[in-house]
């Protein structure tokens, strides 16, 4: 992969953390509360851990590595096809949607075991773990999981139900963002011939390995479309980030058509756009006034008055507890700083909803805009897990240029992504 793209896979998978830690401290938080603690524009740095002296991630940042693990061993199995023309097994590796149920599988095991007894328990079954991050120690750690992905996942786990078509059987009514919050990885397959209706169609499914409600999964796929177009273009020349959000709205209402919840996806991918850019009344056409951009919108001027805005616009959107709000508010954040990584992800928290996923959400999308390189170092400071995340980042990355080599029984690579 040319480096530029391996800066926006580190960019989006970084910058999705960087929201989840900066929005995580004031997630059940009122805003009287964020204003009172942290001044009038709210947030803006990290709350470093009290214990460790760290950033921490919430369940956010924890189940998109495993995310990303699960696209990992299925990009590996796909090669091993490929290249060495192994048969493998009906229920192998082969299928993305059991991959991604087997990895949430294991983060499960992360809240509900400790580190040493689910490593001493695969000792004596002599079972290779499916995701390498189950051996790292700090992923086993409650990070206010939500309760659709831990009840969605125990049912899974009880009947064994990992394939088969997650949104034709959906395992609850849930429209959470647990789905949403966690799936940016599947848009970052590094292989530019991949259909972009694959990678819209495979994050729905793997956001319905928890979310059943139509709403907790077709906002998946119109995040991994949006991302997908922003780190592989057509023909490799960028499109402004309205066009590919308009865009992606039309595949995926196209893609599920009659779906009894489209026109609410819709309305509100309307309203994130109409929010972001209010002069703009469509087809380029522009409001007579004509406001110079960099006097911001509505004739603000200051700094605060822009703050207060972005506030009084995310009250518009909703709070982000249900994924259409969470898309919603990333994607106002987004248009609306998208020349700016920080101003961006600083404006998606600072809320009374769910600031750790709309902050991680909208830093997805933003650091797969501008890439690792260009987000400022204060976020890459005392970011917790940040090897761990930016290793990830690289394999994915990597996993488009698999080699014989890298499949070799013992290998490294084979170590973490073959079973
Ligand atoms: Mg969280």
Redesign the pocket.
Known sequence: MTSKITDQIRGCLFGGAVG?ALG?PI?FRREYEIFHRYGKRGISQYRLDYDTGEAII???TQMALFTANAVLVHQTNTAQMRLLEKVLPEDAASDMRYCQARACDDWLTTQRETFWGARTQRIRSGEKAFSWLLNVQELFDL????NSCLAALEARRRKQDFQGSFVDHPVNQSKGCGGI?RIAPIALIPDPELPIEWIDREAAQASAVTHGHSLGYLTSAVLAHVIRRIVFPPEEKPMELKDIILEAKETVSELFRGDPHMDRLRDIIDLAVLLADPDDLGEGIRAPQGKNKDTNLHGVQSAQEAFDKDLENIHMLGEGWVAEETLGIALYCALRHQDDFSAGVIASVNHKG?S??TG?VTGNILGALHGYDAIEEKWKNDLELSKVILEIADDLAHSGSITPDDLREGSAWMEKYGL
């Open positions: 989840d995580y997630e919430s369940d956010d990070r206010a999981p939500g919050m769910d750790d996923s991680a």
